[in-house]
């Protein structure tokens, strides 16, 4: 994994910001302007809002991008004859690391590590998803989701409020390339989030999904119904991911309710 200011280099990473600002000048400058005035009260409100949306939109992705996931502690596993456990969950031992890492973690071949309650290494941010980062990055994806549904309804609205001469054929493929863009960018990151949340409210990560699907296919097959030890009801799932204080759920920066992220609380069902 590279350094901060390398990941920021990437290009994946310069993609995704010159992306944001597209679409926010378009947005703003150009069907914002068109639909209603900037001058307008309602204009400027809306304005206001959607310079807000994509303000902490590029903020939870910059926090994303810098926030280390979470590596292993030195001091964790040293005992290789006494592998760790955390409440009955016995840690698994990385051959690739040599050493036990904490339940939840995985190693990241792009990382060359193992990451602390990892998610999936996004090649978007050009860093792991895991334990010290997906709350940054599940805020990112909210308010990217929001922006991008704002910014098609705005760009409806203008299409359908106004007369526009689409005669011109520089005018009509800019037109044609914004909604595709902005219709594309709706679904797709409006489907990240879903499956988010699904994620989220089950205290699940992507790889422990995909290692649940057997687990479910065998407990349904002998009668049995499969629960992920580690879902303790959506509103401590959201408190355990998000923080205590509802306050600061969609502050990209409150993460002082995170831990050494080696041990996590399992449910009794």
Same mark, same amino acid.
């Given at each position: 994994?590279?350094?901060?200011? %390398?990941?920021?280099? *990437? !290009?994946?990473?310069?993609?995704?910001? &010159?992306?944001?600002?597209?679409? +926010?000048?378009?947005? $703003?400058?150009?069907?914002?302007?068109?639909?209603?005035?900037? *001058?307008?009260?309602?204009?400027?409100? #809306?304005?206001?809002?959607?310079?807000?949306? /994509?303000?902490? &939109?590029?903020?939870?992705?910059? $926090?994303?991008?810098?926030?280390?996931?979470?590596?292993?502690?030195?001091?964790?596993?040293?005992?290789?004859?006494?592998?760790?456990?955390?409440?009955?969950?016995?840690?698994?031992?990385?051959?690739?690391?040599?050493?036990?890492?904490?339940?939840? *973690?995985?190693?990241?071949?792009?990382?060359?590590?193992?990451?602390?309650?990892?998610?999936?290494?996004?090649?978007?941010?050009?860093?792991?998803?895991?334990?010290?980062?997906?709350?940054?990055?599940?805020?990112?994806?909210?308010?990217?989701?929001? %922006?991008?549904?704002?910014?098609?309804?705005?760009?409806?609205? *203008?299409?359908?409020? #106004?007369?526009?001469?689409? &005669?011109?054929?520089? @005018?009509?493929?800019? +037109?044609?390339?914004?909604?595709?863009?902005?219709?594309?960018?709706? !679904?797709?990151?409006?489907?990240?989030?879903?499956?988010?949340? +699904?994620?989220?409210?089950?205290?699940?990560?992507?790889?422990?999904?995909?290692? /649940?699907?057997? /687990?479910?296919?065998?407990?349904?097959?002998?009668?049995?119904?499969? @629960?992920?030890?580690?879902? !303790? %009801?959506?509103?401590? #799932?959201?408190?355990?991911?998000?923080?205590?204080?509802?306050?600061?759920?969609?502050?990209?920066?409150?993460?002082? @309710?995170?831990?050494? %992220?080696?041990?996590?609380?399992?449910?009794?069902?």
């Amino acid at each position: 994994m590279g350094g901060k200011k %390398g990941r920021f280099l *990437s !290009l994946p990473v310069l993609a995704v910001i &010159s992306l944001i600002g597209f679409v +926010y000048y378009t947005t $703003v400058f150009v069907f914002v302007e068109d639909w209603l005035g900037l *001058s307008t009260y309602l204009g400027f409100l #809306n304005y206001l809002i959607y310079s807000w949306v /994509a303000f902490m &939109s590029l903020l939870s992705f910059f $926090v994303a991008v810098i926030k280390d996931p979470g590596g292993v502690p030195t001091s964790f596993a040293l005992d290789s004859e006494n592998p760790p456990k955390n409440q009955g969950v016995t840690s698994r031992y990385c051959d690739k690391c040599s050493t036990y890492k904490p339940p939840r *973690s995985h190693h990241c071949r792009a990382c060359k590590r193992c990451v602390l309650k990892m998610d999936h290494h996004c090649v978007w941010i050009s860093n792991c998803i895991g334990y010290g980062n997906y709350k940054p990055f599940i805020i990112s994806v909210l308010y990217a989701a929001t %922006g991008s549904i704002y910014s098609m309804v705005i760009f409806v609205s *203008s299409i359908l409020q #106004n007369d526009h001469d689409f &005669s011109r054929t520089s @005018h009509k493929l800019f +037109y044609v390339l914004c909604g595709f863009v902005m219709i594309g960018l709706s !679904l797709t990151i409006g489907t990240l989030l879903g499956w988010h949340i +699904y994620l989220l409210t089950h205290n699940m990560t992507t790889i422990e999904y995909r290692e /649940a699907v057997r /687990a479910m296919w065998l407990a349904r097959k002998s009668g049995q119904k499969y @629960h992920h030890r580690f879902d !303790l %009801g959506v509103y401590k #799932n959201l408190s355990q991911i998000l923080g205590p204080n509802m306050l600061k759920w969609l502050c990209p920066i409150a993460l002082g @309710h995170l831990k050494d %992220g080696t041990e996590f609380p399992i449910s009794n069902d």
